[in-house]
């Protein structure tokens, strides 16, 4: 193989991170926070920590619902500004807003008459640790406050994804420090009841999160209407609502398997902790503290996998299509390269990461044997993080579903519902065998990669300038 064709120049780097910092500085400290957060619920106990974790897993699917959403239009978005469109892009940021807010009414809805029994789905004995009414009791609390925040994180959802679509990637990452910068300050004082005020345990973190929510929506929303000049997307947003029939048939023709995709992804993730929560309530525990030093760790390849999204669909706009041909396969490498770094700083914290939390032995040692298992996948998840991103950046949405979302219902999530239904199989093992059947996944996804079956400008056709 000769390396040196997915190595780029200085200069290449250089517009892959001024566009990937920023979202790996908000992304890093949101899951820094997170880290934090999650550690002082853990500081209460075992179930409170597993009932805030398994509500987080249920909102996990509304928050990627979203992210699909709000993708779909971003495909265009990007590509609309690569060739200076601005009224395409306008057209775009709108159509957000109708699909945002449809999902936003399910969501709601939802929750409202049937979070129980989605709760109750995780909860099984099978372990020596955890209190299963208990959880759930914790799990209610958490849940009913937290539906209260996921207005304000829809509407962020728009505006940052429209502001990256334009390279505009600060804003976004300043509002998010804004955000968590509150979260982390009041979960302190309201988890625990500082300053006076009683501690509310969970209902304080369910609490420091709305209110930090409404203020990375807020700043995000100031800002972009104070530069209106530098977001041509929001010059006479709203003095209607009009999006061109044709382009919203465009859009939905190719967002729509992207966010069935974001969504499937999201619940076959959701189906796999409850397969695994068949080992007991320790398991559920023990993978929420596996995850969320994961998570803080893997933030740099997610990021460039963002990064690829918006750059490569905005030379596809340009029409420089053997451009980004290359820049793909640079980009892919170096995410790969990120990941091996992450495996290892992961691998570095498994033993000493879950002493932080006031829990068994027994959820402790899983812990750290679920990290190594998953920080042993991580150049895994960063490769197809990245060739994921790249066949979505040429509209190619019903191939990156069967790609992504398929897989995970087809092969993961079947292999999983087997292993835990059919056999004794401790955990640990369980769960390497379901991360490392991805490599099968890693292969096809180089082919199609390679073949560039995704290299398309999906926004050649006329758009009408009626705004």
């Not at 398994?54 to 609309?80: D, E, H, R, W, Y």
Request: aromatic share 12%.
């Amino acid at each position: 193989m000769n390396v040196k064709k997915y190595v780029g120049s200085r200069e290449f780097y250089k517009t892959l991170l001024v566009v990937a910092v920023p979202i790996m500085i908000q992304n890093g400290i949101s899951n820094f926070i997170s880290l934090l957060d999650n550690v002082m619920v853990g500081r209460l106990g075992t179930e409170q920590m597993s009932g805030v974790s398994i509500v987080n897993q249920l909102f996990l699917v509304f928050n990627l619902c979203i992210f699909g959403a709000v993708s779909g239009a971003g495909l265009f978005g990007s590509q609309f500004f690569g060739k200076k469109d601005h009224d395409g892009l306008r057209h775009a940021f709108r159509f957000k807003w109708y699909m945002t807010l449809t999902l936003f009414a399910v969501a709601i809805s939802l929750f409202l008459l049937a979070g129980e029994p989605l709760i109750r789905l995780y909860l099984h004995q099978g372990s020596e640790s955890g209190d299963l009414e208990l959880t759930m009791h914790y799990a209610k609390q958490y849940l009913a406050i937290m539906l209260i925040g996921l207005f304000p994180y829809t509407v962020t959802q728009i505006y940052a994804s429209s502001l990256r679509e334009i390279s505009r990637s600060v804003p976004p990452m300043l509002a998010g420090i804004a955000g968590v910068a509150v979260n982390l300050s009041l979960n302190y004082v309201l988890i625990f009841g500082k300053l006076g005020l009683p501690a509310l345990g969970v209902r304080g973190a369910a609490l420091a999160t709305v209110v930090s929510r409404f203020v990375e929506c807020g700043t995000l929303i100031l800002w972009t209407h104070l530069h209106a000049k530098k977001c041509p997307f929001i010059q006479k947003a709203y003095r209607s609502f009009y999006v061109p029939a044709g382009l919203a048939r465009r859009i939905l023709r190719t967002g729509a398997p992207l966010m069935l995709n974001e969504t499937l992804w999201a619940a076959g993730m959701a189906g796999l902790l409850q397969c695994y929560s068949f080992r007991g309530l320790a398991v559920v525990s023990a993978m929420n503290i596996s995850n969320t030093i994961f998570n803080t760790c893997s933030v740099v390849f997610l990021a460039i996998g963002s990064a690829i999204s918006i750059l490569i669909g905005q030379r596809l706009g340009a029409g420089e299509r053997e451009e980004a041909r290359d820049a793909a396969e640079k980009m892919i490498f170096f995410s790969l390269l990120t990941g091996i770094a992450a495996g290892i700083v992961t691998a570095i914290l498994a033993p000493f990461f879950p002493l932080l939390y006031k829990t068994t032995e027994e959820v402790r040692t899983l812990a750290t044997q679920l990290t190594l298992v998953i920080a042993a996948a991580a150049p895994l998840h960063a490769f197809l993080n990245a060739s994921y991103f790249t066949l979505r950046s040429g509209g190619k949405t019903v191939l990156t579903f069967l790609f992504d979302s398929g897989y995970v219902w087809c092969v993961n999530l079947l292999l999983a519902f087997l292993l835990t239904r059919l056999t004794s199989l401790p955990i640990v093992p369980l769960y390497a065998i379901c991360q490392f059947v991805d490599i099968v996944k890693c292969v096809v996804g180089y082919v199609l990669v390679h073949r560039g079956i995704w290299i398309r400008n999906i926004t050649a056709e006329r758009t009408p300038k009626n705004t």
